[in-house]
């Protein structure tokens, strides 16, 4: 029997989205993206906060065919590699914000963070201490939506209706705003019950949050006082987004791991991973009794995948794109902050080239962004009302003041109402 629509967008209310006119997004090309019907749209959100270096790079195409061409993957199992994946490997680590790290692969964000939390239990367990079993995350913290992602997320419209409790029960959740109401809830719970605590430097779907001050200088300490772990997710943040190579260098974070994914290709291919300081990896590279930690995944290190993400951080140095992110830092925050006093908006946030308009009760932001669209750019509403910018960082300084004009006027619009 035919079918007109069997896609299924598992993150959306179907019956919502069947009943009204989907748009096909058939075209991108540098900052722009265009529907079949023929609308060009400035991408204001970088996709789903992937798009660094732009969209339609053809010698990105042109390095995924020449290596298809050659060995489209082999799989990184036992003692078999493939070079693309030992070259980037070898590249990441000596973007990362420690010495000596090491990098496994992994096919996206969700796979990084579920990766980096069995790590760190794995971790304990050959400390001597399988009591510290804990993942600490923060309220609104988003990690991705496998099992572990959804257990530790601290939006509940992303771990309800899957039972009662978490799918996996060793979890805490900490205040994201107040360090002395975290450090209370980790001390109640028993910090030497806790393997690790994870966290977005910058809060993504939970709203574009900034780290408050001292927040995690305070989890550092604590992590040393009880040996847990620190993990930085930095599937949003990493490779530039802040004007930095990570989130974790602009903060000082110093974590012992930092998960990755989006802008390694910036969305050409899916590929995502971990990197690993030797304060977890070294016990894992020592001795003929070293144990094994077994995360073998089809994809990890595909060869294909990982040409592109050579070519795409080869594009990212040859052009100076985060210079051009700090360039542009100071352009957005002067945008935004004049929307700070619209009475359509209840908050404005911004750091690197993110930024958030948390809008005031009784607008709604997808009349906002319906709005926008129809002027020509392309913004997200988060679930929680707030509107995310995140654009490719080729967008020029006129193009940020266009956005930021569209959302002004478009406020007005349905502020008005």
Do not use: C
Request: proline fraction near 5%; hydrophobic fraction near 40%.
């Amino acid at each position: 029997m035919p079918q007109t629509n069997a896609l299924w967008s598992a993150q959306a209310h179907m019956p919502t989205v069947l009943s009204n006119p989907q748009t096909v997004i058939v075209e991108g090309d540098g900052a722009y993206i265009t529907t079949a019907d023929g609308d060009r749209l400035l991408d204001a959100a970088g996709g789903l906060w992937y798009a660094n270096i732009g969209h339609g790079r053809d010698e990105i195409a042109q390095a995924a065919a020449e290596q298809i061409r050659t060995l489209e993957t082999w799989h990184i199992f036992g003692r078999y590699v493939n070079e693309p994946a030992l070259e980037l490997a070898n590249k990441i680590a000596t973007l990362a914000p420690f010495d000596d790290a090491k990098v496994i692969f992994t096919s996206g964000g969700s796979d990084s963070v579920d990766l980096a939390l069995k790590l760190a239990r794995r971790h304990q367990q050959l400390q001597g201490q399988p009591e510290k079993l804990t993942v600490v995350s923060r309220q609104d913290g988003y990690h991705g939506l496998h099992a572990y992602g959804t257990s530790v997320a601290g939006l509940s419209f992303n771990s309800d209706g899957f039972g009662p409790g978490t799918l996996i029960p060793e979890t805490l959740l900490v205040d994201q705003w107040d360090i002395d109401a975290a450090e209370r809830t980790i001390r109640e719970h028993g910090g030497e019950k806790i393997a690790a605590f994870i966290a977005e430097p910058v809060m993504g779907v939970g709203g574009l949050v900034p780290p408050p001050a001292g927040y995690f200088e305070r989890i550092k300490e604590l992590a040393k006082e009880f040996g847990f772990l620190v993990i930085a997710d930095e599937v949003v943040t990493a490779f530039g987004r802040l004007g930095t190579w990570t989130a974790s260098e602009r903060f000082n974070l110093e974590p012992d791991m930092i998960t990755f994914a989006k802008g390694i290709t910036s969305g050409y291919l899916p590929l995502g991973g971990v990197i690993v300081a030797p304060s977890v990896s070294s016990q894992f590279y020592a001795g003929n009794d070293a144990p094994i930690f077994h995360q073998g995944l089809t994809y990890s290190g595909h060869a294909t995948v990982a040409a592109v993400a050579l070519k795409n951080l080869e594009i990212i140095e040859r052009e100076n794109l985060l210079g051009r992110v700090r360039e542009l830092e100071p352009v957005l925050v002067e945008e935004l902050e004049q929307l700070r006093h619209h009475p359509g908006v209840k908050d404005v946030r911004h750091i690197g080239l993110m930024g958030g308009v948390d809008l005031a009760d009784g607008v709604s932001g997808l009349d906002v962004v319906a709005v926008l669209e129809g002027r020509g750019v392309h913004l997200r509403n988060l679930p929680n009302n707030i509107l995310q910018i995140s654009p490719p960082f080729i967008v020029t300084a006129e193009e940020i003041r266009t956005i930021v004009r569209g959302i002004r006027d478009a406020l007005d619009t349905v502020h008005g109402r």
